[in-house]
């Protein structure tokens, strides 16, 4: 295949300005990918000593990646406001003619990041249709996304991209520090018998999916495999196959995982590759937010063992 670099592919057929803000996030997420590389080397790991609105202890490398992203993305005149995983608001750059919004999540996975575990950051392009850009804005159902896509700091730093109904790959060279095309489009495979789930909550989810699963595993048809990093466990599912589970449970029934800024992005990235995703019997794509950082349960991934699971019953 010869080479091509992510901005000249985007310079061929895509909107230019759609195409700055993709190569905005890609350039916020090479400037973390240093940062995530170098660990403790880099001064990024270990505790930031302060709480986001989730609740959830900030790690260093969140605040350090959330302050890139806003800095690059805050920068595009075509941006009209982001809103972040660790942000309480939506941020708003008064651009009230700004076609673009883009929520993200700095870096998922961030309980991985002190062990050396592939974590990511995950975006969604939402267009703006003029007004005032506030936590409003964001509420669309995710079938609106212009772009989506996560970047995943791993052995390798692969951005995977939903733009104009594909999913495609680009894998930073380390010596350019540019991204590359190298999967111009991911197609899901169908019946791989694999189940992405951390089987402890298997249990507690309140949904007929636990029962199923665990007939899966224990009649030995189905693996199992969860790394605890989104970007992880769903760039495996892409490549390889198979489903990812996080459903509602008995004591969290909208369960962990953020529609906006998580599973949205993801669900139009597993669609352009031939998948579903669903909240229960709803399809994620379509489910009209109703606030910012609104968790879902979130079943994603072949549509045969989607069924077969019980997700689309
Ligand atoms: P659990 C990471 O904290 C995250 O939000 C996702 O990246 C990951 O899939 C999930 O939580 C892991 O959750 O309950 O298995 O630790």
């Known amino acids: 295949m010869s080479r091509i670099n992510l901005g000249d592919w985007l310079a061929k057929d895509s909107e230019a300005r759609l195409a700055s803000v993709i ?37 260093k490398l969140d ?47 961030s309980s991985n990041i002190d062990v050396n575990v592939t974590i990511g950051t995950i975006f969604s392009v939402l267009p703006h249709r003029g007004g005032e850009a506030g936590d409003d804005a964001f509420l669309q159902p995710g079938r609106n996304q212009l772009a989506s896509g996560y970047v995943s700091y791993g ?12 999913t495609l790959q680009f894998t930073l060279d380390p010596a350019t520090e540019t991204f590359i095309l190298t ?8 019946g791989t018998p694999m189940i992405g789930a ?14 199923a699963a665990r007939a899966c595993l224990d009649g030995g048809t189905h693996n199992q495999r969860w790394v605890g990093s989104m970007v992880a466990d769903i ?33 139009l990235l597993v669609a352009n590759a031939g998948g579903a995703s669903f909240f229960g019997a709803r399809r994620v794509l379509e489910i009209e937010p109703e606030t910012l950082h609104q968790r879902i349960g ?14 689309t019953a």
């Open 235 to 267: 760039h495996r599912m892409l490549h390889q196959g198979g489903v990812f589970l996080y459903p509602g449970q008995v004591d969290k029934p909208n369960g962990k995982l953020r529609l906006l800024y998580e599973c949205n992005p993801i669900a």
């Open 63 to 109: 605040v350090l990646s959330n302050e890139i992203c806003k800095a690059r993305l805050g920068a595009n005149a075509a941006i009209a406001a982001i809103a972040s995983e660790e942000e309480d608001h939506a941020v708003g750059f008064e651009r009230p003619d700004a076609p673009f919004l883009v929520a993200f999540d700095p870096l998922d996975g």
């Open 23 to 59: 190569l905005d996030v890609a350039s916020a997420c090479v400037e973390i990918s240093r940062l995530v590389r170098g660990g403790a080397l880099s001064g990024a790991l270990g505790e930031a000593g302060a709480v986001n609105v989730q609740g959830e202890t900030q790690k």
């Open 298 to 311: 979130f079943a994603s991934g072949d549509p045969e063992l989607l069924t077969l699971l019980r997700v």
């Open 155 to 166: 052995p390798q730093t692969c951005l995977m991209l939903a733009l104009g109904g594909k």
């Open 183 to 190: 999967h111009e489009r991911i197609v899901m495979p169908g």
């Open 198 to 211: 951390n089987l402890s909550n298997l249990a507690r989810w309140a949904t007929p999916i636990s029962e």
